[in-house]
């Protein structure tokens, strides 16, 4: 009886070590199961390589490649005017037709001074023959008087020889004036017809042309308008109509010092107007070559074609200018670092999924990435998002967010 009272026992005491023993395994098992309980989700990012760029976006006007005023060289009245605003011109092309009576009258003046001084030129050449032949008659009369007088001296009286010598250089001091004449004639011939050329030039003028192709954008005259020569220092005079060349817009960039040393000229650049939800590609022009002392940046023009004409004088427009570019550059995302001064950080998680700070050392720096120099090694894991709500020693439930994975400019 006492004996069946132990065996009872012990094996009531070994039952109930077995129950523990199960509900312990049993219980660690479900525990397995269950996510813990502390450990909050987190946005993550793994550390990568990727081409990135350094750029500094720059705002800029556009400007007609070259706009004028086109003025009258001479002043008078508009006959007839062909262009108004919008209207597109052809280099050479007639765009107002002046009324100046008087220069017609000049013109005819200096006809008719040009025709006088020929006739001069050929009375000139005229006397100059004649004085030629009677030199010549002259001449050879004294050559045979003497020839004859020294043949068979005392035939020839001293007198008619005399006499043949003196009418010999006259005729040929006649020859020196008409030659003379002739020149003079011909000097007064020069002058009318510099006249007669000043005034077909002028008379020229009274067609007012396009100086280059482009497009009309201001009309300051109408017909019978009286306008002054924009010769004239006296007066101010007025233009006819502003011609602009919209074929070829420059774009005006203030590029800061910093940015200076990546510009080059001949440089293709991509130029966005939001305005027409466009991109354009532009090419550096030129650049002065000097930082302005005052915003400390430099004048720069990139040319863009304006082929079907869409961009328009004044638009606004924005180039991206790359500073450095690298190919392969170890990144995190910009929202992954935290700066205090000079030092940066960024919240890991580790292989338990604690958080762990980091400090990592920047380079290179994109519109969205980051490049890390040291600290961090391809495929960690960073914390992304806001940082206040975690601390290092954090556990969390990582959440690996995709990026984009096309180049970071």
Known sequence: MEWNRKHAAVSAIVLAVFVVVLFTVFGRGAKANQSDPQARPAAVALVRRKPLSNTVTLSGEFRPFQEVDVHAKVAGYI??????VGDRVRSGEVIAVLEVPELQAELQGTDAAVRRSKDAVRRAKSDLQRADSVHEAAHLNYTR????????PGIIAQQELDDAEAKDKEAEAQISSSQAALSEAENQLDVALAGQKQYTALSGYTNIVAPFDGVVTKRYADTGALVQAGTSSSTQAMPVVRVAETDVFRLTLPVPESAVPQVHLGSVVQVRVQTL??????????????????TRTMHTEVDVRNTDHGLVQGMYAEVDLTLAHKEAALTVPVQAVARNGAE???LIVDAQNRLEERQVRLGLE?????EILSGLSEGDRVLIGSRGQFRAGDRVEPKVIAENTEADY
């Open 145 to 152: 008087l003497k020839e004859a007088s020294t043949t068979r």
């Open 366 to 370: 994109g519109t969205s990435s980051v």
């Open 79 to 84: 006959r007839v005017i062909r262009v108004d």
């Open 344 to 346: 940066s950080s960024v």
């Open 277 to 294: 939800g466009r991109t354009f590609e532009g090419k550096v022009a030129r650049f002065a070559d000097s930082v302005d002392e005052d």
